[in-house]
């Protein structure tokens, strides 16, 4: 009886451990954090929840934007957008074509957004 009872618990153990194994590896900021390693543009969002902010990565350097909700005619939707940089020390090698990249990008999942991208992105736009 004891040894079906430990086989019993081992099995659980199991199921838990492949279970955390799995969730790992689907985990949004595991694959975040590849993508920043790997110098690759990876964009995580609630689409549904417009009080979270979603985080981005591009050639190695990290994103955030600030969704503000408006009006349209028919409904209300995400209208502005702020985007800041983690880490402006990461921002070297970012290009003027880089960022409108990934205004692309944002577009494709808020087209009605308006983009507004914070210091020190920002100055790259004004030169």
């Given at each position: ?85 983690h880490d ?12 409108l990249f ?26």
């Open positions: 009886m004891p040894v079906k009872t430990f086989q019993v618990l081992l099995l659980i153990a199991a199921i838990f451990l492949l279970y955390g194994f799995y969730n790992y590896l689907r985990s949004p900021e595991r694959k975040l954090k590849r993508a920043k390693k790997n110098k690759q543009f990876f964009l995580i969002d609630d689409k549904e929840n417009v009080h979270k902010n979603f985080t981005f990565v591009y050639k190695g350097c990290s994103f955030e934007g600030e969704k503000y909700i408006g009006s349209t005619e028919e409904k209300f939707v995400v209208a502005n957008i702020d985007i800041t940089v402006p020390n990461e921002l070297k090698g970012i290009s003027k074509q880089d960022l990934l205004e692309e990008k944002i577009t494709e999942h808020y087209p009605r957004a308006t983009l507004h991208w914070k210091h020190p992105i920002n100055t790259l736009f004004h030169t």
